[in-house]
T-cell receptor, first 114, second 112 residues
Framework: SQKIEQNSEALNIQEGKTATLTCNYTNYSPAYLQWYRQDPGRGPVFLLLIRENEKEKRKERLKVTFDTTLKQSLFHITASQPADSATYLC?????????????FGKGTKLSVKP | DAGITQSPRHKVTETGTPVTLRCHQT?????MYWYRQDPGHGLRLIHY???????DKGEVSDGYSVSRSKTEDFLLTLESATSSQTSVYFCAISDPRIYEQYFGPGTRLTVT
């Protein structure tokens, strides 16, 4: 069966450390993968997109990697801050699917403690 | 949430009543989507639209219909609401030239 899994429901880290979130998928062939941030009571906000032929993407303190052999994307937040506390969602666009027909993981709730 | 509004933001309704949720955008984006978000399931696509009067079903479309008569408006209708449709509903938009989606603030619907 097809699955997209974010390995941790919750992740607690200390301020200043690097947070690493994992997204694994099974029986999909992603054309690209996206990461979103969601705060309580709000809609998701787009952070980064990485295509299947890209290994790594960076944006300020954020870094995403994509390994199609391992069928995995890693999302890193360096020098984490309490303001980074939120739920982070990964989503993939499968080859052959209609553009924008994203499949979302259930999310990882990140808590950054001062 | 800029450029996307959803109405109502909260609604309580009774089983069997019809409900219509509205999504309005000012970005002139071609694609619009309706999702529902439930604990333990994450975001799931209900219906989407790739242009005026062009719509298609998503993963969880049973019990829902949509209409799009103008670029800026995408309506989601529950013909006869059931308790299983209690959820938070999000509208999203995107442009075919880019791939990221922009989400509205959500509508919390409770069916009693």
């Amino acid at each position: 069966s097809q699955k997209i899994e974010q390995n941790s429901e919750a992740l607690n880290i200390q301020e200043g450390k690097t947070a690493t979130l994992t997204c694994n998928y099974t029986n999909y062939s992603p054309a690209y993968l996206q990461w979103y941030r969601q705060d309580p009571g709000r809609g998701p906000v787009f952070l980064l997109l990485i295509r299947e032929n890209e290994k790594e993407k960076r944006k300020e303190r954020l870094k995403v990697t994509f390994d199609t052999t391992l069928k995995q994307s890693l999302f890193h937040i360096t020098a984490s801050q309490p303001a980074d506390s939120a739920t982070y969602l990964c989503a993939l666009q499968n080859y052959g699917g209609s553009q924008g027909n994203l499949i979302f993981g259930k999310g990882t709730k990140l808590s950054v403690k001062p | 949430d800029a450029g996307i509004t959803q109405s109502p933001r909260h609604k309580v309704t009774e089983t069997g009543t019809p409900v219509t949720l509205r999504c309005h955008q000012t970005e002139n984006h071609r694609y619009m989507y309706w999702y529902r978000q439930d604990p333990g399931h994450g975001l799931r696509l209900i219906h989407y639209s790739y242009g005026v009067k062009d719509t298609d079903k998503g993963e969880v479309s049973d019990g829902y219909s949509v209409s799009r008569s103008k670029t800026e408006d995408f309506l989601l209708t529950l013909e006869s609401a059931t308790s299983s449709q209690t959820s938070v509903y999000f509208c999203a938009i995107s442009d075919p030239r880019i791939y990221e989606q922009y989400f509205g603030p959500g509508t919390r619907l409770t069916v009693t």
